[in-house]
């Protein structure tokens, strides 16, 4: 109980820093509130909700929720519908979060909208809606079949990962020491999605299954959240090989919010910047933005939140998916953006770093919007 006492108190006494945080001393043009609330916004991997730890998985969006997804300033979040790993009733469970998300938005059409083509992350931001895209992690609910995928399609997929942490059908994520690349179907894969116009995201994979789809695929594709394994030697980031080539191709990474930003303890404010820095620096300010990995509201760390965060990593384990990292003292948030304007609080961070406000702009949804549209049409 005292460890977890403690982490609390770090985590209450770092946001008392306020947005400004570790960088008031800094000097640099800045980011303001104004040019934030222009900007379209985008998490490439997240989604609403969060407010309520006991609250089911499969529970629907709450008032808070609902006003915190408003309140964020995000204009599109490339949601998660399908449960991830190996196992039975993939394909059904896949159709149900696809069935749940779009019962959220039929029964909340003012504060959300459904992302089918480039032209309505548009619309969302003018209608102050924010706008779900429909993404899978894994690809296990094809069972093999890849005419499924054109079935998915129809239902509204638009981002989808070949594989997980483990292997699959299609190739080796990345916790497979083997690291043994995509199979033949895996390739096969690639060429649907690109018909389709599905965007490929290869978070998750092997290093060889990146390497691969980045050179295979006739189109850019994503990393949607990862990090920077030249700065934390973790098998959830991507190295700076992977990080050339997928730029050199047109791609985007977007870095997350995870604990894997370091080698051990909670991540703060100062590695998502280092990370961003990092990215930037080896791909380029036209090819990086924001996967948080989380939820848009903000979480209060009190005893339900770190009941629900053990169960979750129980659960993960027994699974066989989860990653180094994943411990019961290191919660999945960044104790300076623990609130539904996390992202705004990032520019403003980055502005204080000198970082112009045009790139800002690009990072936290320019260059992911450019991606999509390229993508879909």
């Given amino acids: 109980m005292k460890r977890r006492q403690a982490m609390q108190g770090m985590i209450a006494g770092a946001g008392l820093l306020g947005t400004r945080g570790l960088w008031a001393a800094a000097t640099g043009a800045g980011y303001t509130a104004e040019r934030y ?5 985008i998490d490439g991997c997240g989604g609403p909700g969060g407010s309520d730890p ?12 609902l006003k915190d997804a408003r309140d964020s300033g995000v204009t599109a979040v490339n949601l998660t519908v399908n449960d991830v790993g190996n196992g039975p009733y993939k394909f059904e469970l896949a159709v149900k979060g696809i069935a749940a998300a779009d019962r959220e938005i039929n029964d909340h059409p003012e504060y959300l909208l459904k992302v089918l083509r480039g032209s309505d992350i548009a619309l969302a931001k003018q209608a102050r809606r924010l706008g779900l895209i429909i993404g899978f992690q894994d690809t296990s609910m094809l069972d093999g079949e890849l005419a499924r995928l054109a079935t998915f399609h129809d239902l509204g997929l638009r981002i989808c990962q070949p594989t997980y942490n483990r292997r699959n059908l299609m190739g080796d994520g990345c916790l497979e020491t083997a690291d043994g690349g995509l199979s033949r179907l895996g390739y096969e894969f690639i060429d649907e999605v690109n018909r389709l116009r599905i965007l490929l995201d290869l978070s998750h994979a092997g290093r060889a299954v990146i390497a691969q789809g980045i050179k295979a695929s006739k189109a850019p594709m994503a990393i949607s959240h990862s990090g920077c394994r030249a700065l934390a030697d973790h098998p959830r980031n991507t190295d700076d090989a992977s990080l050339r080539a997928l730029a050199d191709r047109g791609g985007v990474v977007g870095i997350y919010f995870m604990p894997y930003l370091r080698s051990a303890g909670q991540p703060h404010a100062e590695d998502v910047i280092r990370h961003l820095e990092h990215a930037v620096e080896v791909c380029g300010e036209d090819h990086v933005g924001i996967g948080t990995d989380g939820s848009t509201s903000g979480v209060e760390v009190n005893e339900a939140y770190i009941a629900a965060h053990l169960k979750e990593i129980e659960k993960r384990r027994q699974a066989g998916i989860g990653a180094p990292g994943e411990t019961a003292d290191v919660y999945n948030l960044v104790p300076e953006y623990n609130s539904p304007r996390r992202l705004q609080a ?8 000198g970082w112009p406000a045009a790139r800002i702009d690009k990072i936290l949804g320019g260059n992911f919007t450019r991606l999509f549209t390229e993508v879909w049409g």
Avoid: F, K
């Avoid at 006991?54 to 929720?65: E, F, G, K, Q, T």
């Fill in 54 to 65: 006991n609250a089911a998985s499969d529970a629907p969006l709450n008032a808070r929720d």
């Fill in 37 to 41: 609330e222009r900007a379209i916004v």
């Fill in 346 to 353: 990032l520019g403003e961070d980055l502005g204080r770093r």
